[in-house]
């Protein structure tokens, strides 16, 4: 099994890299079976991540294994002014919010294709994806309860910063001037 991990910018997004991820994120997130999964999958590539791709700092990372898309990450610079940076302003602590929201790396998603799993993809694309960013700091929300991808974030020097920010969902942050 061989994988490799390349960086894409916006222009490079073209309909077979949509079609790929598209796949990746109804296999990792939705029943192929059903047509609203479809329908969510469709809806990520053609508008989530297209209003994504068009944000400053974006960077995607897609990881393909024996020539097929196996999983995806990406994020962008978050600011204030932006919905989700704006929404933890008013959610989680002024220090953190002080300390950690504005011109952060956001990381939206990390997705391999579970019959891709456990074979060290994530953590090949995350490393990928937070290489070389020039950000202070990085941030993201997942739920801490032990599963894969806590235990990914954690083992590459992510902290809870804010505890239950969105249901079970945790804040975690990620210095990158200690990282690099």
Do not use: C
């Amino acid at each position: 099994m061989t994988t490799t991990v390349e960086t894409l910018g916006p222009r490079q997004i073209d309909e077979t890299t949509r079609d790929a991820l598209a796949a990746v994120y109804l296999a990792a997130y939705g029943d192929p079976d059903l047509p609203e999964s479809r329908l969510d999958a469709d809806n990520f590539v053609d508008s989530t991540l297209t209003r994504h791709a068009g944000r400053a700092g974006f960077k995607l990372v897609v990881a393909s294994t024996d020539g097929t898309v196996s999983g995806y990450g990406y994020g962008f610079t978050g600011r204030r002014g932006q919905f989700w940076s704006d929404w933890l302003a008013t959610t989680v602590p002024a220090d953190i919010v002080e300390t950690w929201v504005g011109d952060h790396f956001e990381l939206v998603d990390l997705v391999v294709d579970p019959a891709r799993r456990g074979n060290g993809i994530a953590g090949a694309l995350h490393d990928h994806l937070v290489d070389g960013l020039p950000h202070e700091r990085a941030l993201l929300a997942t739920v801490p309860n032990g599963g894969p991808a806590p235990r990914l974030y954690e083992g590459r020097g992510w902290q809870v910063v804010a505890a239950a920010i969105d249901g079970d969902k945790a804040l975690y942050g990620l210095d990158l001037r200690t990282a690099r």
